[in-house]
């Protein structure tokens, strides 16, 4: 599984002059917590997060703030071909809600904790009717033949 399969690619941007209420206001109406900033050619100069803003907002009030003053200028990303267990692991590791995805040097998509936990859960098939069995093994170097033959002798697939 790599990102590109999970990622989301109906990118919601904006630019670096943009205000604080601005951001918060299209965060809002597109329902999403993470909004990367780009430049003209959708080049990522910086990304910021729904809590982000709200801990400026009264200072953007009292004084003019633009994304550019607030923006992570350096945010931790992702790419395209990047194994989404990375891409999980690095979220996890950061204690961040999502990594922009950057191909070339330009954004090309979005993945979230919610699109990894979509994955996963499609990967272990728990939205449609399965079976799943597992298995335990000790002192064998390559336990895998041994269990298929088994699976296979017992008339499973």
Known sequence: MIVRRWMSTDLVTINKEASIQEALGRMKQKSIR???????????????????????????????????????????????????????RLLLEKRVGGLPVIDGGVLVGVITIVDILSAFITFLGLFTESSRLDVKVSGSANPLPELARIVKHRGAK
């Open 34 to 88: 993470h909004l990367p900033v780009v430049g003209p050619d959708n080049e990522l100069i910086g990304w910021v997060t729904d809590a982000d803003l709200r801990g400026v907002l009264i200072a953007s009030m009292l004084e003019e703030l633009t994304l550019e003053d607030v923006m992570i200028r350096k945010p931790i990303v992702g790419s395209p071909e990047m194994p989404l267990e990375e891409a999980a």
